[in-house]
């Protein structure tokens, strides 16, 4: 049985972020805090609150637990998204890997998978993911 049949656009996104948070195994608190600000900062997710984030969270955790469920999960973000919101839903995913100091190659291999699946130009995902790289520097 699928755990849903439809994304709303933020839902598509949060859960982007999701797939990626969760790929090494677990959500840390430093990328629930990023996902938590970017909710609350983007224009992408005008009236999406931090409700419905958790919703969106749960949505993404049982979409994990189906037999083939990072299929479904994909084709559902890839149908609620124009192209232009799957660069964002890859932009923001990519904040959540950079987010993370120690990195891991799940979340790696995630950020790929999605990049794949959205169908993004793979020199837009470079310099996406180069973007975020760059703004989690520190002096």
């Known amino acids: 049985m699928l755990a849903r049949d439809h994304l709303s656009p933020p ?3 949060a859960c982007t972020m999701v797939l990626v948070a969760a790929a090494d195994g677990g959500i840390t608190d430093r990328e629930i805090g990023v996902m938590t600000a970017l909710v609350q900062s983007l224009p992408a997710f005008q009236g999406f609150t931090l ?3 958790t919703e969106a ?15 479904h999960g ?4 890839r149908e609620a998204l124009t ?5 964002t839903a890859y932009a923001l995913a990519a904040e959540i890997v950079a987010s993370d100091p120690v ?21 837009i995902a470079i310099a996406i993911e180069r ?3 760059a703004r989690q520097h520190r002096p």
């Open 103 to 123: 990195g891991h190659d799940q979340a790696r291999r995630m950020l790929d998978f999605i990049a794949l699946e959205l169908h993004l130009d793979p020199l």
């Open 11 to 13: 839902e598509a996104l």
């Open 51 to 53: 409700a419905h984030l």
């Open 57 to 71: 969270t749960d949505a993404a955790i049982d979409l994990l637990q189906e037999a083939e469920g990072l299929a």
């Open 83 to 87: 192209p232009r919101l799957r660069e």
């Open 74 to 77: 994909a084709r559902l973000i």
């Open 131 to 133: 973007g975020a790289h």
